[in-house]
């Protein structure tokens, strides 16, 4: 075990792409234990690859690049200026609710960050924005995305841990909406605080007609999670294929329904998904041998041991589970700590009564909140890089974001029926 960890630590100390990382570290283990035949490695890693159930990730992440160009996106950020416009930090309270509706969209908390920082941010740096808080509430924010349905999160989780994806999603739903109400509170605050972008007076109230025209324009991108959700409980097509079925959606409402769809935007939308899949189809081949190796040294039985040893209060060992995925998710990216830490954490979590899907939705929160946060955080640089930001300004902007999404954790680990309340009224309680 300490070779396979030395291993890890030492390609991911050397900057080498985290798939590589885990892959190498998994090969080497393997090939300093003769007792274990070498093609175990080859099988593992292709058997990675042969699940029928995690079709629905790069079908997902193609159905979103479709919807970003296929004017989706431009009506939701509409409906998103209108909500807003008359609220204290208006400009950023526009990203908020953009993450929220864009959820059902993305998936992806990296590129609904990214996404926003490039239309938002120069409007932002023109009203008077600090780099760093544009940077900050931007990427804090899209941690949304990893909550609403369809999140890729939830999938990965869903795919590893064998919990019901369509549980799940519907699972999401609650928390996304009370993290949305926690950060733009913070949002509101923070922007007094700064004094930015105040209300202006001359806008005019938002009335009804005005409401009833923006959701009609984006009604069908609004509709979209709640279609995967009813079409999954009744059986109109499993999770994996609820992936296909979104691509089919995302095409005719683009084509037939915006007009905004063309073949050039198609194929666009195909190249970028063909380099999304590959980088995440990489690292889930390669976790193939690693977590073969991880399984083998009994890891986690030791950090059952390790953990039970300090508590065995459900709360309490949630809480320190958290805090570990929290410090794991600043070093290593979110798809790998759900291929590697979910087979660790979630026999545990069910051996003290916990539910596994309010256990997902958790480590979906937190996994995806260390993209977000130094040293190696993804999101982060993506955003910086973007505006040309410093980190270090970023980071001080940030931390009353985290803090606002760690106060919501914590109420979630401690009121359980927040998140189970749809999935159990939908799926019905799990005995």
Same mark, same amino acid.
């Given at each position: 075990?300490?070779?396979?960890?030395?291993?890890?630590?030492?390609?991911?100390?050397?900057?080498?792409?985290?798939?590589?990382?885990?892959?190498?570290?998994?090969?080497?283990?393997?090939?300093?234990?003769?007792?274990?035949?070498?093609?175990?490695?080859?099988?593992?890693?292709?058997?990675?690859?042969?699940?029928?159930?995690?079709?629905?990730?790069?079908?997902?992440?193609?159905?979103?690049?479709?919807?970003?160009?296929?004017?989706?996106?431009?009506?939701?950020?509409?409906?998103?200026?209108?909500?807003?416009?008359?609220?204290?930090?208006?400009?950023?309270?526009?990203?908020?609710?953009?993450?929220?509706?864009?959820?059902?969209?993305?998936?992806?908390?990296?590129?609904?960050?990214?996404?926003?920082?490039?239309?938002?941010?120069?409007?932002?740096?023109?009203?008077?924005?600090?780099?760093?808080?544009?940077?900050?509430?931007?990427?804090?924010?899209?941690?949304?995305?990893?909550?609403?349905?369809?999140?890729?999160?939830?999938?990965?989780?869903?795919?590893?841990?064998?919990?019901?994806?369509?549980?799940?999603?519907?699972?999401?739903?609650?928390?996304?909406?009370?993290?949305?109400?926690?950060?733009?509170?913070?949002?509101?605050?923070?922007?007094?605080?700064?004094?930015?972008?105040?209300?202006?007076?001359?806008?005019?109230?938002?009335?009804?007609?005005?409401?009833?025209?923006?959701?009609?324009?984006?009604?069908?991108?609004?509709?979209?999670?709640?279609?995967?959700?009813?079409?999954?409980?009744?059986?109109?097509?499993?999770?994996?294929?609820?992936?296909?079925?979104?691509?089919?959606?995302?095409?005719?409402?683009?084509?037939?329904?915006?007009?905004?769809?063309?073949?050039?935007?198609?194929?666009?939308?195909?190249?970028? *998904?063909?380099?999304?899949? /590959? &980088?995440?189809? $990489?690292?889930? %081949?390669?976790?193939?041998?690693?977590?073969?190796?991880?399984? @083998?040294?009994?890891?986690?039985?030791?950090?059952?041991?390790?953990?039970?040893?300090?508590?065995?209060?459900?709360?309490?060992?949630?809480?320190?589970?958290?805090?570990?995925?929290?410090?794991?998710?600043?070093?290593?990216?979110?798809?790998?700590?759900?291929?590697?830490?979910?087979?660790?954490?979630?026999?545990?979590?069910?051996?003290?009564?916990?539910?596994?899907?309010?256990?997902?939705?958790?480590?979906?929160?937190?996994?995806?909140?260390?993209?977000?946060?130094?040293?190696?955080?993804?999101?982060?640089?993506?955003?910086?890089?973007?505006?040309?930001?410093?980190?270090?300004?970023?980071?001080?902007? *940030?931390?009353?974001?985290? /803090? &606002?999404?760690? $106060?919501?954790? %914590?109420?979630?680990?401690?009121?359980?029926?927040?998140?189970? @309340?749809?999935?159990?009224?939908?799926?019905?309680?799990?005995?």
């Amino acid at each position: 075990m300490t070779f396979l960890l030395l291993c890890f630590v030492a390609f991911l100390i050397m900057g080498m792409p985290i798939a590589f990382v885990i892959g190498i570290s998994g090969m080497a283990y393997f090939a300093s234990m003769p007792i274990l035949p070498f093609e175990i490695v080859v099988q593992q890693i292709v058997s990675q690859s042969q699940s029928f159930a995690f079709l629905a990730v790069p079908f997902f992440i193609f159905a979103g690049n479709l919807m970003n160009v296929s004017g989706i996106t431009d009506r939701l950020l509409s409906l998103a200026r209108l909500l807003t416009r008359r609220m204290y930090g208006g400009t950023a309270q526009i990203s908020v609710v953009m993450s929220t509706l864009m959820g059902g969209v993305s998936g992806s908390a990296t590129a609904d960050a990214a996404m926003e920082t490039r239309i938002l941010g120069p409007e932002m740096i023109r009203i008077g924005y600090k780099k760093g808080y544009i940077c900050a509430v931007n990427c804090v924010t899209a941690l949304i995305t990893a909550t609403i349905p369809p999140s890729l999160g939830l999938i990965i989780f869903g795919f590893v841990g064998e919990v019901s994806i369509g549980r799940l999603f519907a699972a999401g739903i609650i928390p996304g909406v009370l993290m949305m109400v926690f950060l733009m509170a913070t949002t509101t605050l923070t922007s007094r605080y700064y004094k930015y972008d105040p209300p202006k007076v001359e806008a005019p109230k938002l009335t009804a007609r005005e409401l009833v025209d923006n959701l009609k324009d984006s009604i069908w991108a609004l509709f979209f999670p709640i279609i995967l959700i009813v079409g999954i409980r009744f059986g109109l097509f499993t999770p994996s294929e609820s992936g296909a079925f979104a691509v089919v959606y995302a095409i005719i409402i683009g084509k037939f329904v915006y007009k905004e769809l063309t073949w050039e935007k198609f194929k666009r939308a195909l190249i970028t *998904s063909f380099k999304d899949n /590959g &980088a995440i189809m $990489l690292i889930i %081949a390669m976790s193939g041998p690693f977590s073969y190796a991880i399984t @083998w040294v009994q890891l986690p039985i030791a950090m059952s041991n390790l953990i039970f040893g300090i508590t065995d209060n459900p709360q309490l060992l949630t809480l320190i589970m958290l805090g570990f995925l929290f410090i794991s998710g600043m070093f290593v990216d979110s798809n790998v700590n759900f291929l590697l830490l979910t087979p660790i954490f979630l026999p545990m979590v069910t051996s003290v009564g916990m539910d596994p899907v309010h256990f997902g939705v958790l480590m979906a929160t937190i996994v995806t909140l260390g993209v977000m946060t130094p040293p190696i955080g993804s999101a982060l640089y993506t955003v910086c890089g973007i505006i040309d930001c410093p980190p270090e300004e970023y980071t001080k902007y *940030s931390l009353p974001f985290m /803090g &606002a999404v760690l $106060l919501e954790l %914590a109420i979630l680990v401690f009121i359980p029926q927040i998140v189970l @309340w749809i999935p159990n009224m939908i799926f019905g309680v799990i005995k």
